[in-house]
């Protein structure tokens, strides 16, 4: 099976730079991908690890090490918009490019 | 490009009351479908999916089921519906290695 853990929420100035942390144990997967969510509206696509390392879009970088279990997004330059909900997704190697999603982490971001 | 559409928005219905929510994909053939529900401050648990017309597959055993009965058409149904069905129900399509959501539907039972 899969178990993702993620901080239930972070508080972080504008301006600043924030890490949000995905610990998983799962039996194998394909890639570690992340989503914004904002309040009452859907999930976006943000970013995706297929191998380790860091990817970096924009003011967004993700980063992966399949040794250590682990990940984590990294969201520079904090603007107040940036406040939502986070969520770190496992694709398994089983079942039709399935997604199993982390728990979440709720940003908000402070003046 | 691609567009997901889902309706309703919004629904309130009393338990044991039938449901159907509708999802419809745009500027794509043959898509695979999912189907996902997040209960409030929650991460989103997949109940559904489907790789073609006819095709379903069912990650959790519950009271909802789904159908397809066109190549971009994806609706789940319920019979009776329970207090514990409320949630945010969300269709999206898979392209590569990303996913793409519907706005959502916030389904309250009541």
């Known amino acids: 099976g899969q178990s993702l853990e993620q901080p239930s929420e972070v508080t972080a100035v504008e301006g600043a730079i924030v890490q949000i942390n995905c610990t998983y144990q799962t039996s194998g997967f394909y890639g570690l991908s992340w989503y914004q969510q904002h309040d009452g509206g859907a999930p976006t696509f943000l970013s995706y690890?297929?191998?380790?390392g860091l990817e970096e879009t924009g003011r967004f970088s993700s980063f992966l090490s399949r040794s250590d279990s682990y990940g984590y997004l990294l969201l520079q330059e904090l603007q107040m918009k940036d406040s939502a909900s986070y969520f770190c997704a496992v694709r398994p190697r089983t079942g039709a490019n399935n997604l199993f999603f982390g728990t979440g982490t709720r940003l908000t971001v402070i003046p | 490009s691609q567009t997901i559409h889902q309706w309703p928005a919004t629904l309130v219905q009393p338990v044991g009351s039938p449901l159907s929510l509708e999802c419809t994909v745009e500027g794509t053939s043959n898509p695979n479908l999912y189907w996902y529900r997040q209960a409030a401050g929650r991460g989103l648990q997949l109940l559904f999916y489907?790789?073609?017309?006819?095709?379903i597959s069912s990650e959790v055993p519950q009271n909802l089921s789904a159908s397809r009965p066109q190549d971009r058409q994806f609706i789940l149904s319920s019979k009776k519906l329970l207090l514990s069905d409320s949630g945010f129900y969300l269709c999206a399509w898979s392209a590569g290695t990303g996913k793409f959501f519907g706005p959502g539907t916030r389904l309250t039972v009541l």
């Open positions: 690890n297929a191998l380790d």
């Open positions: 489907s790789v073609g017309i006819g095709q």
